[in-house]
Structures are given as structure tokens and as C-alpha cells.
């Protein structure tokens, strides 16, 4: 049988020491390792995996005097396995080191390139960490540094947004699934929910949909509160009311972002600010698309709460690039029944009112309301895009009040009312194609789905005619000199005017010569490797199936693809040829077969939280050293496609 070769003791690979890593993990609980330590104990340790005798001693004095296990069990244990069983166990310890190895290396890879943009680095997208302050989260995308994960541009055309106050409708068994059924059945790309009454910053995957959801309740508060319960839990006598015990973090707020499988891929950045702002960017085309869905405060609320709220969004809106398509969803709360002068060009003639209402019937708390709303829209160039669009006042009304057990109507405006919004920046409000409610969904609230057909389309371009230059296959040594026989001849024969470019003369000789004896390769050809003959085929398929000749077609079909094989074969035993030739032959062979290894990037910390991009270089900090080097690895910071 072959004996298995240990690996090399070297400084990266710190993997080897199985026998007493659990026991210096134990010891070094730093959040770094000590490498100037490691480097004075890794000659004393054991070497690939075989233990150095009497390691209890040499250990002592480095190890603040420890003492270790006796080594006689794993000794007697050695014995007993089989030299089939040893070779296994020396082959997976060596697999499993190879693999930490090739997980430092992409951890590295990742922070070395994202240590150039380092101080271009946004907040975290999911879970914060315990020591980032809130203030923190007003950071905007950044503009030169590009510190999202890559995404793909997704045209903004047929996109349907829509906004929903759900009161509380997550918090039961079937909530998820009710959004769900909701977006599949009314087709909604991007859903702003309001009123989640989520506790947590987090993001959930059900059934291809993606949910973000924001809050106010900070970690450290969930953290104070937990223990809080815990205390009261031991006590027999409880000195906190149940109801107390459950205000301590519980959100009262709470939004979300939604969006479906189609907007997946074009995510750029989720900035979740508290539990009334959530600002979501989407790598659009022709330009991104920023999706801010709030939840502002009703008219009861003190003005305190008025004040921090529209603070807050108007710093989150104003970090928003001008030139991109900014969009405001949500419950705003508040009542226009009225079109003022100077309000036209923000808000359209279709409003939902009776003929005689008129500002004077709100009161003043919701005369106060509807004039911080207008201020914010004027001063950030919005257009109430639920206002620009006839429809009948059932499609029009968003919210009933108690005195209303449906949306069945009559409609007036002391049991409905309109106050979810849509709203979109003056230079892209033609791209809102549609606006109207719909209360055809199961999710039990006051409050009807806002749906909003959004499309861009942009005047096309004309392109310039670019000349192409021609490509050849490649010659045989007959047309090479044909080629070169018929060059020399121009060149002989033809006078060149000194008023002309020399230079474009020679192109042109050479080009026309080569028109001349070479053969081109149609501009439809895509794989370099395919022949005349194949393409000859392909051609007299396509041309006998536009004259309906479907079996002449089958059996055209099958040389076609014998001859692809063949041309293929015949390409890449060229390619070896010439490699052998260079001196490369192994390396060439190994890039052709090289099997695609994907590079994860969704990872969990410690704590089972979702690391984002912008936090990954920090976390990959703290997991390296103790985990990824010396000791066992953390099984929560694993990447989740490997979990499967």
C-alpha cells in the first residue's frame, strides 16, 4: 500500500495540530492570534501527525503552566486502527487542511481587494454589529468605490412596484406566505410594507422572494431585554407585568422591502435606517433605481416624533443621486382632499375627495401633516403620481377607518380615505405608466395594495456605420502563397500618389489580397473552432426548414453535429500541438480541464447573522486566525451554499 505523506509544517499551514488544538484554543481567546507565541511553541509541537514525545513537559512553562491529557489512550487507539484506516485518516486530515488553505485564500483575496476602497466602505446591509452606532447607517452608496457585490443591470421596463400597510400581519403563522400569494398573483417586482412590527434587522428568502425588513429596536436592547426575561423567569415572585416584560423591545413600527426573483440579480445596497425608513438601490438600467418605503407618523402622534421622522427621510433622500430614479412608497398619512396653486405641478387633478371638501373640514393636527408632506415634496422636486391618473374613487381610496367594515363603498371621505403615496422625482415621472389600489388579497388590514406599473424607454441612438474589418480562417500553405504573389504584384504594378497616406494604401493592398485568397468567416460565427463544411450545414438546415423539409432537416441535423465534434476535436489537438511546442504542454491540458470552482460569498458570522460586503473584511478578520489557521473551524461561518 502507498503511504500518505504528510504536509509540510510550514507558518501558513497551521491546520497539522489536531492532537492540542482544542486545548490552545481554550487558552488563546484573543480575537487575533499570537503569532510571535505560535512561532516560539510550533517547534515543540507535533510535526505533520506525529506527537513529540513527552509533550506535557515542554508545554508548561509556554502554556501558563497547563497540564495536558496523557497521550496513552490516542496511542492505544493508533495501534489498533489498520494501516487502511491510517492511510484514510492521513488522506482526509490532508483534504481538510487543503481546504482551509483554499478558504484563507479567497478570504485574503477578498480583503486585499477590498482593502483599496477602504474608506469608501458602506454600512452593513443585514444584521449590525454590537459596537456600530445607528448614526452610522446614514451612509450613502458609494459613488468611486464600488463595495456592493457585483450585479447585473436589468432593464427597468414592465416593472410593477406596489406599497401595503400590513398592521401587524407578519406576526402570525401565515403572514410570509399571504405577501407571497399577494406578489405572485397581482405580478409585483418590488412590495414596501409598512407596520411589520419586526424586531430585527434581518433579511428572509421564502420561495424566491426576498425580504428586508428594518427597525428601531437596536441589538443591544434585544440583548438587555432577553435577560431581563430570564431574570424574571427565576423569580417566583415576577416584579415586571408580562406586558412590560413585552414592550421592553418589541417594534411597534417596522417596514420592509420585497422583491421577487426577477429583481434579485440587480440588488446593489440595503440601507435599513429604523423601524419607519428602509432605502433599497437597484442596479437598473438605463440608471439605478432607489426605493425608499416609510411609514410616517398619523396625526395623533406627538410633533417630536413629526420632526424626527421627516429629519430622517430628508437626510436619506438627500444623499440620493439626482440623476438616478428615486421612488417613495408607503403610508404617509396624510389627507389632501384639495388641489392648491401653488401645489400643481406636484399633485394632479384626480384626488380623492367629495365636490364640496375642502382643507378647512381636517383638523389641525391633519392640516399639520398634509403640510410637512407637501414641504417634502417640493423641496425634493416629487410628484404624487397617485394624483395623475383618472380612476374611479375605488380606485383611489387607500385606507377605511373603523366605520367602514369594507371597501364596498359609498365613499366619503369620513369613512375613506387616500393616504399611501407614490412618489417619484420630476425628471423620470414619465416612466409611472399606471397607478390604482386593489383589495383583491388575503392579508387582513385597513389599508389597500397601491400597485404602480413603472416602465422606461428611451429615444434610440443612432449608431454610426463602423466598418468592420473582415476575419479569415486560417490559410493553408497553397493560399499563403497566393496570398503573398498576388501582394507583390500591387505593389508593383500600382503608382501611390504622394498626396495619400502610405500606410492606408498598404492596408488596403493587404486587405483586398486577402479578400482575394483567403476565406472569411461569416460575422454570425461565434465559436472559432466550427469549419466550412459545419457552417455549410448549418446553413442548408436553416434553409430546409424554412421550406418545410423536416426530415431532410433530422438527418442534416445529425452531420452537422458529427462534423462540430470533429472540427472541435481537430481545434484543441491544434492548441495542444502548439503548446507542446512552447514548452507548456501540462499547464495547457490542466487550463482545458480545470473544472469551475464558484467563489462563495454569503457567509454567517459567529452569531448566525448574515455578513454583508461591506462588514465581510472585518469578520474575515476575526475567523482566520483562530479558526481558519490553527484551530477547528466555526461551523456557523460557513458559506450557505455549501450547507445546501
Known sequence: MKKVGTAKNT???????????????????????????????????????????????????????????????????????????????????????????????????????????????????????????????????????????????????????????????????????????????????????????????????????????????????????????????????????????????????????????????????????????????????????????????????????????????????????KHEINIVLGDFNARLLERLPHEQDIIGMHIFREDASSIDQLSEKQKDNRSRFITFCQENGFVICNTWYQKSLSKLVTYRNVAAPNFQGPYTTDRYAQLDYVLINQRWKNCIQNVETNDQHAVSTDHKLLVAEARVKLAKRKKADVCSHPKFRQPSELQIQEFNKLVTEKVHTQNFPLSQDPFAEWANILISAALTCFTTIPPQQRKPYISDTAWELLCTKQRQNEQGLLHEARETESKLRKQIRKDKRQYIQAQLEEMDEHGYRWSGIKRLKKKFVPLHTKFRDSKGHYVSEAMFPEKAAEYSPRFAWGGRPHRRFISVRERG
Open 11 to 321: 507558518y501558513k499551514n497551521k491546520g497539522l495540530y489536531t492532537k492540542h488544538r482544542r486545548k490552545l484554543n481554550s487558552y488563546y481567546t484573543a480575537s487575533t492570534f499570537p503569532h510571535s507565541e505560535w512561532r516560539e511553541t510550533r517547534s515543540l509541537l507535533c510535526s505533520g501527525n506525529k506527537t513529540v514525545p513527552g509533550p506535557k513537559s515542554q508545554l508548561t512553562t509556554l502554556l501558563h503552566n497547563s497540564s495536558f491529557k496523557s497521550t496513552t489512550n490516542q496511542a492505544r487507539n493508533k495501534h489498533k486502527r489498520s494501516e487502511a484506516a491510517l492511510a484514510a485518516r492521513k488522506s482526509n486530515g490532508k483534504a481538510k487542511r487543503a481546504s482551509r488553505r483554499r478558504l484563507y485564500r479567497q478570504l485574503r483575496k477578498c480583503h486585499d481587494r477590498q482593502a483599496t476602497y477602504h474608506d469608501t466602505y458602506t454600512v452593513a446591509q443585514d444584521c449590525p454589529s454590537e459596537n456600530q452606532t445607528r448614526s452610522e447607517r446614514y451612509l450613502a452608496p458609494t459613488q468611486n468605490g464600488k463595495t456592493e457585490t457585483d450585479t447585473t443591470k436589468v432593464p427597468f421596463r414592465d416593472i410593477k412596484l406596489a406599497t401595503l400597510n400590513l398592521d401587524g400581519g407578519l406576526n402570525h403563522l401565515s403572514g410570509r406566505q399571504k405577501v407571497i400569494h399577494l406578489m405572485t398573483q397581482n405580478k409585483i417586482d418590488i412590495l414596501a410594507l409598512q407596520e411589520t412590527r419586526i424586531n430585527t434587522d434581518s433579511m428572509e428568502n421564502h420561495e424566491g422572494y426576498t425580504f428586508y425588513f428594518s427597525t428601531s429596536i437596536s441589538y443591544e436592547d434585544r440583548i438587555e431585554a432577553e435577560k431581563t426575561r430570564q431574570e424574571q423567569y427565576n423569580l417566583e415572585t415576577k416584579t415586571i407585568t408580562p406586558l412590560e416584560l413585552y414592550n421592553l423591545d418589541a417594534e411597534k413600527h417596522g417596514v420592509a422591502i420585497v422583491y421577487s426573483q426577477k429583481m434579485r440579480q440587480c440588488k446593489y445596497n440595503i440601507r435599513q435606517i429604523n423601524g419607519r425608513l428602509l432605502v433599497a438601490t437597484f442596479n437598473t438600467c438605463p440608471v439605478k433605481t432607489n426605493i425608499v418605503a416609510v411609514y410616517a407618523p398619523h396625526a395623533g402622534r406627538s410633533v417630536k416624533d413629526k420632526d424626527i421622522f421627516y429629519r430622517d427621510i430628508q437626510t436619506a433622500v438627500s444623499t440620493l443621486p
